[in-house]
């Protein structure tokens, strides 16, 4: 079973050699500068596929797509008619850069590229999970958008949707069954709620804005052991899993 | 075998009870307002999965989502940023009516939705044309937008993509093997370029700015051909599919 720095350098490498579709022409260029970034995403469904006794390798596609799936997402939230966002990781982002229209299409293709990736695998199953959570990602940006609904029922559909699909997906690859599912998502749910709440710690914004910065660290906590303790649930070797919930409490950027 | 108005009226009938998901809230508004229109795609996938001897409801899921995939690509391709279109069929576009920020996450919504729904068959090849043919058309997209391409370049990819694409989801939703696909898609191809040919000769640019209009008539008939000589290839009833050109080739709206 490999550490999640190793399955990091993997999906890395793998995103590296991407060949996006030669039909997309010109917007190769957008999709794949639009990608990148810490990969937790993705580096969770590998680390969810080992520990359920898959080889990593047979989940990449799958978690490639899942990052694919939440880069398209960057990229639309950060246009002028959403989010209004010039910046992404230090540098301009994709429409800052390429222009509005372009990165309207380049959006796009990454969302039909995350679902061409997905539908390597036999399994119809995954590409299912994948889209359910991109409809709950969706569905979650609209509501923050509203305004009025609860900060955590924004971010369990905007933010937990695209970590229990990594996890749904590895699940889906391994053939797990209904009854063993109800832990892992509980823990991906976790996973997903305990990054947004270090993530408005670090920005100094969201639930530190709603909570203070106490209360949103005592939040983050409360997912923190919530994720530990799902995992306790597990009958696998949940090492590396354990090890990304702590680096995500943990992190400072 | 069901004439070419029973199957449009199952789709008509199948989209108007479509139920969106839940998670995508006050989006479930935009996303029904932006299908509609001609059906064309649709009808095509399920007229080529009767002729292929398969019941048409069998694959009324993947007809549903090529059409959610058209529309999808109308509700981007209007925004500002892109054609800047206010209305089409006759009523505000979804930008229009809905604002700027709607239209893209209800554009991706429509993607979104149309891989659930493919994805509820059990073959993931059927998946994979379609995500291959929306990684066409969006190129096709970028292509026309970039300019300088040959126009039948263009809507090769633009718009033959999403023609293609319902009778390569019906072939693989029927498990056709290899050597009997080229007469198929062939049709196909030749059918979308009718339909564009057709098209510009209604509203009067493109192929008819470029060929005038006796010479984009004349293109538009040496497609009408093609299809039907692509059709006496295949070992099947084309009835319905010769139907379906002879009325592309001749609609007046």
Redesign the interface.
């Known amino acids: 079973m490999r550490t999640a720095d190793e399955l990091r350098a993997l999906v890395a490498a793998a995103l590296a050699e991407l060949e996006v ?1 030669p ?5 190769a260029e957008p999709v794949r500068y639009a990608v990148g970034g810490k990969l937790i995403r993705p580096v969770l469904c590998l680390a969810a596929a080992e520990a359920l006794g898959l080889e990593a390798e047979e989940a990449l596609p799958t978690a490639l797509a899942v990052e694919l799936v939440h880069s ?1 997402s960057l990229v ?1 939230d950060d ?1 002028p ?2 989010d209004d966002d010039d910046v992404r990781r230090g540098k301009p982002t994709v429409h800052a850069e390429f ?4 990165a ?2 380049a ?3 990454l ?3 995350a ?2 990736l ?8 995954v ?2 999970e ?3 959570a ?3 990602m ?6 923050d ?2 305004g009025g609904a609860p900060r955590v029922d924004v971010h369990r ?1 905007k933010t937990a949707a695209l970590f229990e699909a990594p996890v749904a997906c590895a699940l889906a690859l391994a053939g797990v069954v209904q009854d063993e599912r109800r832990a892992w998502l509980t823990f991906a749910t976790e996973l997903g709620l305990l990054f947004q709440v270090v993530d408005d710690i670090l920005d100094g914004d969201g639930f530190v804005e709603e909570l203070g910065p106490g209360g949103a660290r005592a939040l983050a906590d409360e997912h923190a052991a919530g994720a530990h303790a799902a995992l306790a649930e597990l009958d696998v070797d949940a090492g590396v899993l354990a090890t990304i919930a702590e680096t995500l409490a943990t992190r400072t950027v």
């Open positions: 579709s039909e997309l022409g010109a917007l398209f639309h246009l008619a959403l222009g509005e229209r372009t309207i299409l959006g796009d293709a969302l039909a590229e679902f061409r997905v539908a390597t695998s036999d399994r119809p199953e590409v299912r994948l889209a359910k991109t409809l709950r969706i569905g979650g940006q609209q509501l958008f509203e559909l």
